[in-house]
């Protein structure tokens, strides 16, 4: 082989370094974020899926010490199980989590399984080049190829991967991206591979299925999730933030996100009119309303019930949500077409670092975010970001929060309030029976408020006072109870949240 040949072939063998990079941190990205989707708390998963995948990385940089010929043909072999095994990953865990009881074992038995095939290429692979270069300078090479595959991936993966395929196409991707190396590798050496025949044979069977994976990769997912949910499925969607789901089953339209219900449009007014209106009411003509989250429009929508309202601002992070909640019909029925209304400006952004650098004062903020199931939503809960709302609210101005079920979570609900309480604010609990979701409540921050209403819209179907008379009334099994305060440094409502729901799950 002349030099030249063997330079090339050597650039080969590195550049199969930077692919196994991208593709084994893919694989690790994908678990993560399935199971942030499937089972939530994000930082929980992805901190163990990372420890499960760096110690099997060690395991197979071990095992690798008893391979002691054909490293080549080995390499290839290995090559191509990452492939399979990571590009069917996502497939099998949708079906897993549906029909199998073990779902965590599943998950990181393929995690450990990953990680140990990605631990045996690299140390052969230095094995392979051992001979082609000195040994700091065969380090300095694999390791320089591998970091920068990682940091490929880990820009790829959330800006164009999810976004643009999704989790099931992204895996056959790169599934087929590991055997398309492994074939290359069979053609370029293949004098110098034992059992090639039987390589290439398995290369092309994994190519094909992949490929076959990739192609109907949206018929897999409709599959899965159409077990999952029971109902017609009418749209579905990953966001760079979460699974997305729509359904439509006997004239009724229910939201997913993550495969937590948001509203079903058979009662959602009773949740909306309840958020809204006990507090707008009794702002004397309100002006400027600021809305955090709510990219479904339904808040929208109830304020514009209020004539002195000149301008509202939305502030939601994802604009999938928004984007779909202004284009898509039947949701615009549903929302009165609310998110085009020209007294609406929508900025998608993290309401928490919006907020943060936020100049512009309001009569009335109306915070509808997700429950605080995870640390990146339960920092939107904490003392420090009601002081930041605080300073957002024009003088005699109120604020209000969806706090989850007194009921099911009453230390939850009540850390929501007593979080409020501790950066000054007087509160007003109240709670309201919204059936999808059974007893929910609602906190009521503020300075001052008046007893009475000075407007509240007609034609509401379920709210007026003497509604929120009742709702203020807590029974002996939803009563006020100590909590800690949520802190950014402690997050103690996380633990509040996954104890008490945890229960009934």
């Known amino acids: 082989m002349t030099t030249s040949g063997s330079n090339r072939n050597n650039l080969l063998l590195l550049l199969s370094v930077f692919v196994i990079a991208t593709c084994g941190l893919i694989y690790e990205l994908i678990a993560g974020t399935l199971a942030s989707y499937l ?23 071990f095992l690798s010490r008893y391979v002691q010929r054909n490293l080549l043909g080995w390499f290839i072999q290995i090559e191509i199980l990452v492939g399979v095994v990571g590009g069917v990953s996502s497939m099998v865990l949708f079906f897993a989590f549906e029909h199998a009881s073990g779902f965590q074992i599943i998950l990181y038995g393929l995690i450990a399984l990953t990680g140990t095939l990605v631990g045996l290429e690299i ?21 320089t190829f591998d970091y920068i595959g990682a940091l490929f991936a880990s820009i790829l993966f959330p800006l164009f991967m999810v976004p643009y395929l999704g989790l099931l196409k992204t895996s056959f991707f790169f599934g087929l991206l590991n055997v398309v190396v492994a074939i290359i590798l069979c053609f370029v050496f293949g004098t110098a591979i034992r059992y090639l ?68 449009s058979a009662d959602e007014y009773r949740y909306h009119e309840a958020l809204v209106h006990p507090g707008l009411s009794r702002m004397k003509e309100p002006k400027n309303v600021l809305v955090l989250g709510g990219g479904d429009g339904l808040a929208v929508r109830e304020v514009l019930k209020y004539p002195s309202v000149d301008s509202i601002l939305l502030v939601d992070l994802d604009a999938v949500v928004t984007e779909m909640f202004s284009g898509s019909e ?67 101005g109120a604020f209000v929060v969806q706090s989850t079920s007194p009921f099911v979570a009453p230390q939850s609900f009540w850390c929501v309030n007593n979080t409020m309480l501790s950066v000054g604010f007087s509160t007003q609990p109240y709670h309201v029976y919204v059936p999808s979701f059974g007893e929910w409540g609602y906190v009521l921050g503020f300075s001052s408020l008046p007893a009475q209403p000075y407007f509240t819209p007609g034609k509401l179907k379920f709210y ?29 409502l996380i633990h509040y949240f996954e104890d008490e729901w945890g229960r009934v799950q």
Request: hydrophobic share 40%; net charge positive; glycine share 4%.
């Open 39 to 61: 089972l939530g708390d994000s930082i929980t998963q992805f901190s163990t899926i990372i420890g499960v995948y760096l110690f099997s990385m060690g395991i197979g940089s």
């Open 464 to 492: 007026d006072e003497k509604r929120f008379t009742e709702m203020t009334s807590f029974p002996r099994d939803m009563a006020a109870v100590n909590t800690e305060i949520n802190k950014l440094n402690n997050q103690i």
């Open 330 to 396: 039947l949701l615009v029925q549903l929302n009165n077409g609310s998110l085009t209304n020209p007294k609406l400006k929508i900025i998608n952004a993290d309401a928490f670092l919006w907020l943060r650098e936020n100049k512009r004062r309001f009569d009335f903020i109306i915070i509808d975010f997700p429950d605080p199931s995870n640390f990146s939503i339960g920092k939107l809960y904490t003392n420090s970001f009601y002081r930041e709302i605080k300073r957002t609210l024009k003088p005699g």
């Open 123 to 143: 140390p052969l692979l230095m094995r392979i080049l051992k001979d082609e270069f000195n040994f700091s300078e065969l380090v300095s090479k694999v390791f």
């Open 197 to 264: 025949n039987f390589l290439r044979l398995q290369a092309t069977l994994a190519a094909v299925l992949l490929l076959l994976g990739f192609v109907f990769a949206d018929q897999i997912q409709s599959y899965t999730e159409s077990i999952s949910y029971n109902e017609n499925i009418i749209f579905s969607k990953s966001s760079p933030y979460q699974r997305i789901i729509l359904t439509s089953d006997r004239g009724v339209s229910r939201l997913y996100l993550n495969h937590n219900l948001q509203f079903s």
